[in-house]
C-alpha cells in the first residue's frame, strides 16, 4: 500500500484540469499510476477495468512494449525536427502510410497534434482552396447541432454542444447548423444506424436556399457523433449529405477524430458508408494516445489547387511547431503495425454484434432511457436526477470508479462505453456487470 500512497500528490491545487469539476475532483480524487490492456491501476492499488479506450483513444490497449519501445528510440536518434523548410524520413514514410489506409483519393496529409488543430487545419484548407480557385467568398461553415470538432475557435464555431461555447462570445461569423439527428420518440433502442432520420439531411438545401451555395466554404460533420453521447447516423444520412454537398460545391469534411482507426470495423468510418468525403480530420487512435498526434486528410485536387505561387515560397501559411514530431512519427508508425499484424480492425467488426448484445443488456434498469450501440461504441442515456441535469451522470461516474473500478465516461446524463479492440467478450461482460452494478446503486 504504502508504493502507491505515494503516487498521491499533496496538493491538488494547482493543476488546473480541463473538462474537470476541478473542485468536487480535489474532494475525491480518482488518480490512476499505471495503465496495462484492459486495466489502469488506481494510486490505491485497485485495477479498474478501462471501458472508454481512454478518451476513445488506446484502441490496441494499454502498455504496448512496441510503441513505448519506438518511443524511446526515437527520442535517442532525433528527438526533433524543424517541420518548417526540413523534415525527416519518417514522416514522409507515416503519411504514404495513413494516404494509402484511407478512402482513395485522399492522397495527402496535413500533420497536427490534437483533433481541435485536425479541425481547424481542415477549415482553413477548405478556405485557401475556394479562394485559390477564385471563389473566396466561399466562407460560410455549416456544422451540426450537438457536434464535437475541438476546442479552437474553428471548431467550437461549427460545433453544437451548448455549454463549449457558452462562455466565449460570438465565435466566428458565418456559421449555421443542421438539425441534430437524434430523436429519442423515434429511434430508442435502435442499434446501429436508425431507421428514421435520413430527411433530416435535406435540412442543408434549406441553407443552401438561403444563402447561395456560391457562399458555402464546406459542411463539418462526425460520420457518428462521438463525444455527445455516440449518436449514430440514420441510415442514409450521410449519403444524402454528400450527394447535396457535391452538387453545390460544397466541400464535405468529416470529424473522424473517434471514429478512425477501427472503432466503426474499418480504418476510417467513411468507409462503413461507401464515402469519401473531401477531408477528413484525425487523432486519437493513430498512436493509440501514446503522444499527442493528428492530421488532415485531403483530396488531391485540393492539394492541388494549393501548390501554386513562386516556388521559393510556402504554398500554405499555416502550420505547428510540432507537426511531424519525430516521437509521434515514431509511435504512429508502431500503433499502426500493431492494427495490421493483430487485425484489430477486423476483430472490431467480428465484435460488433456480441457488443451490441451485451450493451442492450442494461435496458432491463429503469433510469435507463436509451442505448445506441455502433462499431465498438455505445451511449447510454439515465434518466436526469430532480437536482438538475448531469447530477446523476456526475454520481454514476464516481460510483463506477470508487466502488465498481469501472473507468467509464459519462457526459451530462449519458454514459459512453467504447472500449479497446483488443477487449474479449468476458471483459465485455465484465463492463456490463460492473456499469450495471453502478447503475442499480443510484436507482
Not at 462521438?226 to 447535396?244: A, Q
Not at 487512435?285 to 488532415?296: D, E, L, Y
Amino acid at each position: 500500500m504504502a508504493e502507491h500512497l505515494k503516487n498521491e500528490p499533496s496538493d491538488l491545487a494547482a493543476y488546473w484540469m480541463p473538462f474537470t469539476a476541478n473542485r468536487a475532483f480535489q474532494r475525491r480524487p480518482r488518480m490512476v499510476v499505471s495503465a496495462k490492456g484492459m486495466h489502469y491501476t488506481t494510486s490505491d492499488g485497485r485495477q479498474v477495468i478501462d471501458a472508454t479506450s481512454g478518451l476513445y483513444c488506446v484502441n490496441a490497449g494499454h502498455g504496448r512494449e512496441e510503441i513505448a519501445a519506438a518511443i524511446k528510440e526515437a527520442a535517442y536518434r532525433l528527438d526533433y525536427a524543424p517541420a518548417f523548410q526540413f523534415g525527416h524520413p519518417q514522416a514522409f514514410e507515416l503519411a504514404n502510410r495513413l494516404t494509402a489506409l484511407a478512402p482513395a483519393g485522399l492522397d495527402h496529409v496535413f500533420f497536427s497534434n490534437s483533433g481541435s488543430e485536425a479541425v481547424d487545419t481542415a477549415m482553413k484548407i477548405a478556405l485557401a482552396y475556394h479562394r485559390q480557385r477564385g471563389e473566396g467568398q466561399r466562407t460560410r461553415f455549416i456544422g451540426r447541432e450537438r457536434g464535437y470538432h475541438g476546442v479552437g475557435f474553428g471548431g467550437l464555431s461549427v460545433g453544437g454542444v451548448p455549454a463549449n461555447r457558452r462562455d466565449f462570445g460570438t465565435l466566428l461569423p458565418g456559421i449555421d447548423h443542421l438539425r441534430c439527428t437524434y430523436d429519442r420518440e423515434h429511434q430508442s433502442f435502435s442499434i446501429g444506424e436508425p431507421e428514421w432520420g435520413r430527411e433530416l439531411a435535406d435540412e442543408l438545401e434549406q441553407l443552401v436556399a438561403l444563402h447561395g451555395a456560391s457562399n458555402i466554404a464546406a459542411v463539418v460533420v462526425e460520420p457518428i457523433a462521438g463525444s455527445t453521447g455516440c449518436l449514430p447516423p440514420p441510415k442514409g444520412y450521410l449519403e444524402r449529405l454528400r450527394e447535396i454537398t457535391k452538387r453545390h460545391g460544397i466541400l464535405l469534411i468529416f470529424d473522424e477524430v473517434i471514429t478512425a482507426f477501427g472503432r466503426t470495423g474499418y480504418g476510417f468510418a467513411s468507409e462503413r458508408y461507401g464515402l469519401t468525403p473531401d477531408i477528413i480530420a484525425f487523432a486519437k487512435g493513430v498512436t493509440n494516445g501514446a503522444v499527442p498526434f493528428a492530421g488532415t486528410l485531403v483530396s488531391g485536387d485540393i492539394h492541388a489547387a494549393l501548390m501554386t505561387g513562386p516556388e521559393h515560397a510556402p504554398e500554405f501559411f499555416h502550420g505547428y511547431t510540432y507537426s511531424g514530431h519525430p516521437l509521434a512519427t515514431a509511435a504512429a508508425m508502431a500503433t499502426l503495425d500493431i492494427y495490421r499484424d493483430e487485425a484489430l480492425f477486423e476483430r472490431a467488426s467480428t465484435l460488433e454484434e456480441v457488443f451490441a448484445d451485451v450493451m442492450m443488456e442494461m435496458q432491463s434498469m429503469p433510469i435507463v432511457l436509451d442505448i445506441r450501440p455502433i462499431g465498438l461504441m455505445c451511449g447510454i442515456d439515465i434518466e436526469p436526477s430532480a437536482r438538475g441535469p448531469g447530477v446523476r451522470g456526475y454520481e454514476l461516474l464516481q460510483r463506477a470508479f470508487h466502488d465498481h473500478d469501472l473507468y467509464v465516461r459519462v457526459i451530462n446524463d449519458t454514459m459512453i462505453v467504447a472500449p479497446s479492440l483488443i477487449a474479449t467478450i468476458d471483459e465485455l461482460t465484465d463492463i456490463r456487470d460492473r456499469a450495471l452494478g453502478a447503475l442499480k446503486s443510484l436507482s
